[in-house]
Every structure is written in structure tokens, then in C-alpha cells.
């Protein structure tokens, strides 16, 4: 060819064909972000599974403690109002043994009046 020397290798590069150079340098760059993004996403979701896992077993064995506790007290409570009802009944069984006493109060009152008069 006239014009061109021997040695040059020279391809004419079209708008076209760096339009899809372009394009094809985008695409593997979406290939290695989706890619990065992927390996990340799924360390995260490791970690995630892991911590959520030991929040679970921690609250399982806080929430363990706390039931114990709360049967303690329950029953502690349950004890405490037997007691309540056991003090309670003897004392009004101990009031109703004591229920005349206005009447023997009366009853003393009037027989010493009789011997502060038989005395006077």
C-alpha cells in the first residue's frame, strides 16, 4: 500500500469498536465488584449467624438464672401466705374464745361493786 510503511501494524479503530471495548471493561469491572461484594456480603452474614447465635445461648442462660430466681421467690411467696392463712385463723379462733369478755368484764365490775358496798 502507498503511504504505509512496512514495518507498522495500524488497525483503525472505529467509534464503534471502543463502544464495545467500553462496554466490555465495564462489564468486568460489575463482574469483579458483584464478586468482591458477594465474598464480603457473605463474611458478613458468617459473622451475623455467629453473633447472633452467641446472643442466643447468652439470653438462654441469663433467662435460666432468672427462672430459678423467680421459683425461689414463688415459692417463698406461697409459704409466706400459708403462714398468713395459719396466723390468721388462730387468730380468730383465739378472739371467738375471747368473744364474752365484755360480759365477765361487766360481771366483775358488778360484783365488786357489791363488796365495795358490803364494805362501806
Known amino acids: ?29 460489575l463482574k469483579r465488584s458483584r464478586s468482591e461484594h458477594g465474598t464480603a456480603l457473605r ?10 447465635q452467641t446472643f442466643r445461648a447468652e439470653h438462654g442462660a441469663r433467662t435460666a438464672v432468672v427462672d430459678q430466681r423467680f421459683e425461689v ?7 409466706m401466705a400459708g ?3 395459719m396466723l390468721s385463723r388462730g387468730m ?3 378472739l371467738e374464745g375471747r368473744g364474752d369478755t ?5 360481771d366483775l365490775e358488778r360484783r365488786l361493786d357489791v363488796l365495795e358496798t358490803e364494805r362501806s
Open 1 to 29: 500500500m502507498p503511504g504505509v510503511s512496512r514495518n507498522a501494524t495500524f488497525h483503525a479503530v472505529t467509534t464503534s469498536d471502543l463502544s464495545v471495548k467500553i462496554l466490555q471493561e465495564i462489564r468486568d469491572e
Open 43 to 52: 463474611g458478613l452474614r458468617s459473622e451475623l449467624r455467629e453473633e447472633l
Open 73 to 79: 421467690i414463688e415459692t417463698s411467696l406461697r409459704d
Open 83 to 85: 403462714q398468713l392463712v
Open 92 to 94: 380468730t379462733v383465739l
Open 102 to 106: 365484755a360480759g365477765r368484764l361487766n
